[in-house]
């Protein structure tokens, strides 16, 4: 890899909270098709890691993160004037619900306590630091959350590269523990993973062994889905490091499909993944680790023929 230049290793500047009044419920039906009784609820917009993957740090206004405000106490009346009770709660799937933003880990955590007071599950997935105050609130209602940390490498170049303004691995690592600890239901996750660069074994093996150490024993896995949106923005920050081409030659040869709220995305060429997700399992089965793979980015391995999203004429014919 290149030696990357001081200044592209700064982190961006933290994007402004604004509040805001959603007009719609913030319980929507949930990401697993599979899973009905499992919803997802959507507090916030726009995402405050910066990290040049994702489409969700570009939807909030001028920058900002958009949080609804009264959302827990929202939350309450939806739940008591629902005709059906949810099993679980997805909490925030498209904005991690723990950037280094005070405000949105305390609405966070207020809504997993009004959905314990229901004897409802929150799910939660996030790649950044839980701060003790809302760890302490997790720990209280153990039997009743699972989280996921999101983790893909270990060099600390690299991650901060591609997550700008998430938590540094070994905090990620640190915070599995004490989540673990605490009595809370936790796994890991490889993703997104990125053909060449993160999905390799001189960068995978450490990250296993350390999830291994922290007693992780559940890992999903998931390549990247390169969205039209941030195309150009990643393939430029990773250009400091020389990786754009590997990246863009990669994903060339992949099919288009469009998925949740209209989002066209490039996907690597299924063959591809398949290969890779194997030489992961292969490497977590010597650890005694269980490897899942992500249904939200990948689509097309789950879903019957009839319900495949859309490929394009050109790209279907690459596959």
């Known amino acids: 890899m290149a030696e990357t230049p001081l200044f592209q290793l700064l982190p961006p500047a933290l994007p ?6 959603a007009p719609r419920q913030l319980l929507q039906p949930g990401p697993f098709a599979n899973q009905p009784e ?15 993957f994702c489409p969700e740090r570009l939807r909030g206004s001028q920058g900002d993160m958009q949080i609804v405000a009264n959302a827990a106490e929202r939350l309450d009346e939806e739940l008591r ?72 490498t ?47 074994r001189e960068n995978l093996q450490p990250v296993l062994e350390a999830l291994d150490a922290v007693g992780v024993r559940q ?4 390549y990247m889905v ?35 709220r209209g989002l066209v995305g490039r996907y690597l060429p299924r063959s591809r993944r398949q290969h890779g997700y194997a030489a992961i399992m292969a490497m977590a089965a010597n650890l005694g680790m269980r490897v899942s793979i992500n249904p939200m980015s990948n689509p097309d391995f789950t879903q019957p023929p009839t319900a495949r999203p859309k490929l394009t004429r050109a790209t279907s014919l690459a596959n």
Not at 38 to 52: I, N, S, T, W
Not at 177 to 199: C, F, K, N, Q
């Open 81 to 152: 004037f629902g005709k059906r009770q949810p099993r679980a709660v997805f909490i925030s799937p498209n904005t991690d619900p723990f950037p280094p933003l005070n405000e949105v880990q305390n609405e966070t955590v207020q809504l997993v306590e009004v959905l314990a007071r229901h004897g409802i599950e929150s799910w939660l997935m996030t790649r950044g630091a839980i701060r003790p105050p809302a760890l302490e609130v997790l720990g209280r209602y153990a039997d009743q959350v699972k989280v996921t940390v999101a983790i893909t």
């Open 38 to 52: 499992v919803l997802a609820l959507h507090f916030a917009e726009g995402c405050a890691h910066a990290c040049p």
């Open 226 to 260: 390169l969205h039209s949106r941030v195309e150009a923005e990643l393939l430029a920050a990773l250009r400091t490091m020389g990786l754009d081409t590997l990246v863009a030659e990669e994903y060339a040869r992949g099919p288009m499909l469009t998925r949740g």
């Open 219 to 222: 890992v999903s896995v998931g």
């Open 154 to 200: 270990l060099e600390r170049p690299l991650q901060r590269l591609l997550e700008p303004l998430t938590a540094p691995p070994r905090l990620r690592l640190r915070t599995l523990r004490r989540l673990s600890e605490a009595g809370i239901g936790v796994h890991a996750a490889l993703e997104p993973l990125l053909p060449g660069i993160t999905d390799t």
């Open 16 to 21: 402004a909270v604004t509040w805001t009044t």
